[in-house]
């Protein structure tokens, strides 16, 4: 594997913490109408969330990726992305 890939697996881990942290804070945060649904179709909500968060971080990879083999600093791209999907910009005001 490239050096430049072994190197983003740090700032992906984050990534995939924040993503999932933030899945986890949604589904906390609808517990109560998600509490009256059949578990069936909570475990069809489950399995849809973490499709949408397993697809944003595909993305946010293979745009890694593509930064390595260019010309542009990964280690930058890694950073905005860690900042941006890893919840430390979070001030309180962020969409729901």
Known sequence: MDA???ALVPAIDDIRSGIE???CKELKRHRAWLAGLEPAD?????SLTRGIANKL??????GLRQSCAGASDSADAAEIAR????????DGNSPR
């Open 4 to 6: 430049k890939l072994v």
């Open 21 to 23: 942290q933030l899945r």
């Open 42 to 46: 909570c475990a069809r909500i489950e």
């Open 57 to 62: 971080l595909h993305r946010v990879v293979c």
């Open 83 to 90: 900042s941006l999907l890893s919840g430390e910009l979070d």
